[in-house]
């Protein structure tokens, strides 16, 4: 098997499937990248990627070029590889629960594809139990078959500088899982750490959700701060300094995107909602946008203003707006203001002007996203700076 390895990533378009995907043929293996949008398949077998991703178009192009790549919709690739990865998360509902069930049903709506002697690796947060559970269900059909839990552990956006590079968490109820599924990651040249799947799940939902809580304290700390007309900023970058035991103290700003609120929502729900830390990191995260037109109100006349919000993305750099609060910023300011103008560099929206306009046409404008173009901006607007990433940003 070592000599053989051939990868099909189940979601292999996406923003974790695709770069583990070039990472791999990179690497030497034969991967495909299985997804049912249409549109990305065409964009990555013809050297583009479909999303922002540093240096994405430059390792997709080489990928490609080695003839290790290939973009498909169709399921029957899974049938001629040794390892299938499947990149399907957990999703939440309405009421804020997961549904364990999505991931195992979307595998076994595959089964037909599959066989004996391959082995299937999850790759996105799962609720805990669940690999177990689809372990369970697929050797009914194949008893010989190895389950593990791989979790991703990339920053969007610096996804193919990471996977070469940081240690994988490989879950296994085996031994024999264990070295089955560590053959694709000896293949990328990283170290691979045995745990159990329950404990890679429970890895995988602590990560996420610690990053969250901690943004929520620097959010609740910069509130405090502009509450008493300081720059929170100031004051984090003077404890951190040359000071090792704050070096982890992060900026304020909008806390989003697909996976640290889902997670931490998870992770309650496994504790049957006994998580008053992870709902209070969710109150806090979540309330900054209504926090700030709040303060806005107390300042400006917004009904007699046009608000320009810069960025629309759910972090800087990226083209991603799943679950962005920039979005929640400009629903509770179309209420109180006369005009709201977005723009972003990165994103595809109708609705989307130049910055150029915004910059023309706004009386106030807030910085949605800490894209690095805005850092060197030049106006003479005022800029509501959350973040701590421009010059000439204020406090509101």
């Not at 979790?151 to 500088?161: D, F, N």
């Not at 109820?173 to 990283?190: L, N, P, R, T, Y």
């Not at 993305?313 to 609060?325: C, Y």
Request: charged content about 20%; overall charge negative; hydrophobic content about 45%.
């Amino acid at each position: 098997m070592q000599g053989d390895v051939s990868v099909a990533v189940v979601g292999g378009g996406g923003h974790v499937g695709l770069p583990l995907s070039i990472v791999l043929a990179n690497s030497g293996v034969r991967t495909f990248a299985f997804d049912i949008s249409e549109e990305s398949i065409n964009s990555i077998n013809s050297g583009r990627m479909p999303f922002v991703e540093e240096e994405g178009n430059h390792f997709l192009r080489e990928a490609l070029s080695k003839g290790n790549l290939v973009a498909t919709s169709d399921p029957k690739c899974i049938s001629y590889v040794s390892h299938i990865v499947v990149v399907i998360g957990t999703p939440v509902n309405e009421h804020l629960s997961p549904d364990p069930r999505s991931v195992l049903n979307s595998i076994l709506d595959l089964v037909d594809f599959m066989a004996e002697h391959q082995i299937l690796l999850l790759r996105s947060t799962v609720f805990p139990g669940v690999t177990a559970k689809v372990a369970e269900e697929l050797r009914k059909r194949f008893p010989r078959m190895h389950v593990a839990y791989c979790p991703e552990r990339i920053i969007e956006g610096q996804a193919l500088q990471e996977i070469p590079v940081l240690p994988q968490l490989i879950g296994a109820d085996s031994s024999e899982a264990f070295e089955a599924a560590k053959i694709i990651f000896d293949k990328i040249g990283v170290e691979s750490v045995c745990v159990s799947t329950v404990e890679a799940e429970l890895a995988k939902l602590f990560t996420n959700v610690w990053r969250y809580i901690k943004f929520a304290a620097a959010n609740q700390f910069w509130m405090m701060s502009n509450d008493l007309s300081v720059d929170y900023e100031k004051v984090r970058r003077a404890i951190s300094y040359n000071y090792p035991r704050a070096s982890d103290l992060p900026s304020a700003g909008f806390t989003a995107g697909p996976c640290l609120f889902k997670d931490t929502m998870q992770l309650a729900a496994l504790v049957q909602h006994g998580f008053p830390l992870g709902h209070s990191a969710m109150m806090i995260n979540e309330g900054m946008p209504g926090y700030l037109v709040q303060r806005l109100k107390l300042k400006y006349d917004l009904s007699n203003m046009t608000v320009g919000i810069l960025g629309m993305s759910f972090k800087g750099n990226v083209d991603d707006i799943r679950s962005s609060l920039a979005y929640k910023l400009r629903k509770l300011l179309l209420f109180e203001t006369k005009e709201v103008l977005i723009t972003d560099p990165f994103t595809q929206d109708s609705r989307n002007v130049s910055l150029e306009e915004v910059l023309r046409r706004s009386d106030l404008l807030i910085l949605g996203s800490p894209h690095d173009l805005y850092k060197n901006l030049v106006t003479n607007k005022r800029v509501i700076d959350i973040w701590g990433h421009l010059r000439n940003g204020v406090v509101v």
